[in-house]
């Protein structure tokens, strides 16, 4: 079964049963600056699992693009990208346990055909320090459903130390089967939701993959091991504690929050436990090997490149085409390294100069019918790839002997590695890579203070984190994400309405808000701007909260970008002054304040260029 046919089949499968199908999130988190991209399916649907109503209802499903930074150096093996689709399901204080549990056992066995011989599942232990008991319900249905099916299976635990022991059904402790956004619950603080989880494994056979992971042949065998037998394919997650001062307690609503791997869903279907031979990849992988002249195979180093290839341009792909462009910071700093990584292996398989951006097309290809904007975006996005590629050809061969230089003495300092950042464009994990392929240790911790001295933050791109931001919902983070909107409203006041957000990062000390304009803004007009924020904030203006028809909406003058990927029914916000003066309407889903009131006075720091065609300004409130 195809990827796209499984896509299909799952939303259709929970539209039949009540839920409403929205599109996918931008991989540009909106209203969450403490993470650089969307890197699950859940993370769009934080404020809704923590009780926010959704516009549309208590069931929701979708498709939802995800890019995960942290994944790059594993990206090589069979299973491994960057880039993912997470089918998702959730239920906002609606069905719990019996209802997912049955329906996720429908969905594997009866529309994708899977073989339930072949399933296993994992639960929640239990934690009895902290007085939370054993998923003793989960692990019962799914007894339940096997038997149904004529499969007698047992419980089991320890299976890290005792293996499957004939079961297929098996308990694993906090780090494994617990849910919640900081960890394990010890971690917790008071007031955090979280919950047990059940994963879900395709046996791929004890058999097909010991040549490749012959270290695994006297270990215990057991899904939760890296050993290649097993995948996981989904994670039913049931949010139904609350931390408290006296320990655990039952939320009032619980939750239920499904994520699977669609690529994964796809190979298990094939029953070929190579996600790079999934349909996703095939015009890309015939592609590249026309261009290279290499076979694609199940091992060696030729595979791994064609695999890191094959990753790489496909997330370069989907971040150009949500609008990320490359730089040396933050979003932009990822897609330039995964792009020049992609550059690099290319080299190593004879790719000619240009063949990515003429690559590019097949991800187009192949995405076209559910991400039709890529297709809008194709000549930007193949542009862009080509721009980068010309950009990091300039600097590659002088960079390449410098780097060559440095490693000669055996050892490579900070400041070198910073060097080579700075003056030739190597990002530091190309740089680590290629010294420690030479068997020379990179001092991490050196070339990141050297980085601190050059940039305003402080960290690798690939950390991904920003200090505070709007996942607190503190007092001051939310006054300034309202005053953020309002800045907005001033800016397309005095600007033109061509102007709309391209960017935010906003902490309890200040707001970073990026917008589409082409040249620098006068000192006068970022004055006049500051005025009318400060006027909003002075009449004790309040703010409201709205769900319409999101064409209602758009034609009533609502603010906001990329209107196509917003489901039909929209949350709008707006601030109207005690004189009824209508400060700011836009769409939003993250928390504001009720009042402007008490917010305090609003400054413009500073303005100063972006990228091309983006203006950044920062802003406080004091």
């Not at 069931?59 to 890019?67: E, T």
């Not at 339930?116 to 934690?127: H, I, S």
């Not at 303005?607 to 004091?622: M, Q, Y």
Request: glycine share 10%; proline share 4%; charged share 30%.
């Amino acid at each position: 079964m195809t990827a796209e046919e499984i896509r299909k089949k799952y939303l259709e499968f929970f539209g039949v049963r009540g839920h409403a199908i929205v599109p996918s999130s931008s991989l540009v988190p909106e209203n969450d600056p403490t993470t650089l991209f969307t890197g699950s399916g859940m993370q769009p649907m934080v404020p809704y699992l923590l009780g926010e109503p959704h516009p549309l209802g208590k069931r929701i499903a979708d498709s939802q693009k995800c890019f995960r930074a942290q994944d790059i150096e594993e990206v090589g093996d069979n299973r491994h990208t960057t880039f993912f689709e997470m089918l998702g399901n959730w239920s906002f204080g609606d069905y719990f346990k019996r209802e997912q549990i049955a329906w996720m056992w429908e969905f594997l066995t009866v529309e994708l055909a899977l073989d339930p011989n072949r399933l296993y599942f994992t639960c929640y232990g239990g934690n009895e320090t902290l007085g939370i008991p054993r998923d003793t319900e989960a692990a019962a249905l799914w007894q339940n459903l096997f038997k149904e099916k004529g499969i007698d299976t047992t419980i089991a635990q320890d299976a890290e130390t005792k293996g499957l022991q004939g079961a297929r059904i098996f308990y694993y402790g906090d780090k494994k089967n617990w849910w919640s956004r900081v960890g394990v619950p010890l971690a917790m603080p008071v007031g955090e939701p979280g919950g047990p989880d059940t994963e879900m494994f395709w046996d791929f056979g004890e058999q097909r993959l010991l040549h490749e992971h012959s270290v695994w042949k006297n270990e215990p065998c057991h899904v939760n091991c890296d050993c290649g037998r097993f995948m996981e394919i989904g994670n039913n997650v049931f949010m139904q504690y609350v931390k408290t001062e006296n320990g655990f307690s039952l939320l009032p609503e619980p939750n239920v929050d499904f994520g699977g791997g669609l690529e994964r869903m796809a190979v298990a279907s094939m029953d070929i436990p190579d996600v790079f031979l999934s349909d996703l990849f095939t015009k890309t992988r015939q592609m590249l090997e026309g261009m290279t002249g290499k076979t694609y195979i199940s091992d060696g180093e030729e595979t791994r490149a064609l695999r890191i290839i094959m990753d790489h341009i496909r997330v370069a792909v989907f971040l150009l085409g949500d609008g990320v462009t490359p730089s040396n910071t933050d979003r932009g700093y990822v897609l330039r390294r995964v792009m020049r990584r992609a550059i690099r292996y290319g080299d190593t398989l004879g790719l000619s100069p240009g063949s990515l951006s003429l690559l590019s097309q097949s991800v187009i290809d192949e995405y076209r019918a559910p991400y039709p904007a890529l297709v809008e975006h194709a000549h930007s996005i193949r542009e862009e790839i080509g721009n980068e590629e010309d950009r990091f050809r300039l600097t590659l061969e002088k960079g390449m002997k410098e780097l060559e230089r440095r490693v000669k003495s055996g050892k490579v300092s900070g400041k070198d590695v910073f060097d080579l950042f700075s003056t030739y464009g190597f990002p530091f994990e190309m740089t680590k890579e290629i010294a420690e392929e030479r068997g020379i240790e990179v001092p991490t911790e050196d070339f990141q203070e050297e980085f601190k001295k050059h940039q305003e933050l402080s960290r690798t791109a690939s950390a991904g984190k920003f200090k505070g931001g709007l996942a607190d919902v503190s007092e001051k983070t939310t006054a300034l994400h309202t005053a953020t909107h309002l800045l907005l409203a001033g800016l397309r006041k005095f600007l033109g309405e061509s102007v709309h957000q391209a960017g935010s990062n906003i902490t309890e000390e200040r707001t970073r808000f990026d917008f589409t304009f082409p040249e620098k803004v006068s000192r006068e007009t970022l004055t006049r701007v500051e005025e009318y924020v400060n006027e909003a904030i002075a009449s004790r203006a309040s703010v409201e909260t709205e769900v319409l028809d999101k064409e209602v909406a758009r034609a009533s003058g609502v603010e906001g970008s990329f209107w196509e990927k917003y489901p039909d029914k929209v949350s709008v916000y707006r601030v109207r002054g005690e004189n009824g003066t209508l400060y700011s309407q836009e769409l939003c889903g993250g928390p504001h304040v009720r009042t402007t009131e008490g917010m305090g006075r609003f400054r413009i720091v500073k303005e100063e260029a972006s990228s091309s065609g983006v203006r950044r300004i920062k802003a406080v409130l004091e």
